[in-house]
């Protein structure tokens, strides 16, 4: 359910002035994205379809307030260039405190749907997840950790290009400076992957002990960071660290027309979020 909800609220963050148009898509975004895990029987869909419409009035109403007003602190920040490393490291906890609320708020009509599921439907649904981590590990495989540095510099660099409208030499440099000083993580990352499809077939497989299920979900949705090792969780600290460091050396280093390009592009942004909260038909 995890990987059913939170690519496509990031999709809703991200594509800026088609917010609008793809939030009003959402609920059959994440109907077309459920059905390649797990096909309900009618009673199952039933209850989805009630969940579903129950959670989009909600995340309208309550949430995308909540995240209109986290990106206005962000670029209140980012525009004054006060941005500061405790500043970002707010940023991230409360970015995960919104998937947090999400799951909290779903879970009571989800447990019944999860703990419905016949023998074939949960083959089917833990089938699919096995081949998603599959299809990852081939994508990576054979990649040279010069292949991969090169991926990730221009996956950053692209980001950064739409959101200032360009990147400057200067800007490439810190980019590419941040990347070759970050901890390589993929292999930790893909192992923690099979570590939580572990850990959540065994709690799918037991679904008959609902409290015992409750339990389980709870770890694996809200507080995933149990599963991974020490020295993982260490690796990821230090680059969101690395990160949040990166993203004040690029606001010191905007020109006014790039900081005029973001300050645009994201007032766009906490528009439409602001707006759309407060269209609930």
């Known amino acids: 359910m995890k990987k059913s909800f939170v690519p496509l609220l990031l999709v809703v963050f991200l594509v800026g002035c088609s917010t609008k148009f793809s939030y009003f898509f959402l609920d059959w975004a994440i109907e077309w994205r459920v059905e390649e895990y797990v096909t309900f029987d009618k009673q199952q869909q039933k209850q989805f379809d009630v969940l579903l419409d129950k959670f989009l009035i909600w995340h309208q109403k309550d949430e995308l307030l909540r995240y209109s007003q986290q990106l206005k602190t962000l670029s209140n920040a980012i525009e004054t260039q006060t941005v500061t490393p405790e500043l970002w490291q707010q940023q991230v906890t409360d970015a995960k405190a919104h998937w947090f609320r999400i799951f909290d708020f779903v879970l009571p009509d989800l447990l019944p749907i999860l703990a419905s599921l016949s023998d074939e439907q949960v083959k089917e649904m833990i089938g699919q997840l096995t081949q998603d981590n599959k299809d990852l590990n081939k994508k990576y495989a054979g990649k040279t950790q010069l292949q991969l540095l090169e991926d990730s510099n221009e996956k950053v660099l692209d980001n950064i290009d739409d959101w200032l409208g360009s990147v400057s030499p200067e800007q490439e440099t810190l980019v590419k400076k941040y990347n070759k000083q970050r901890i390589a993580t993929l292999d930790m990352w893909l192992e923690y992957r099979l570590e939580w499809l572990r850990q959540f ?40 660290r690395l990160f949040g460091q990166l993203v004040i050396d690029i606001n010191s280093s905007l020109s006014p027309k790039q900081r005029q390009h973001f300050t645009n592009k994201m007032d766009e942004l906490i528009t439409d979020l602001s707006d759309l909260s407060k269209e609930i038909k």
Do not use: F
């Not at 339990?215 to 090792?229: A, G, N």
């Open 201 to 240: 077939q065994q709690a799918i497989e037991m679904r008959s002990d609902t409290e015992l299920l409750e339990k389980r979900m709870r770890l694996l949705m809200t507080s995933p960071d149990e599963l991974k090792s020490a020295i993982y969780q260490q690796h990821v600290d230090q680059n969101s």
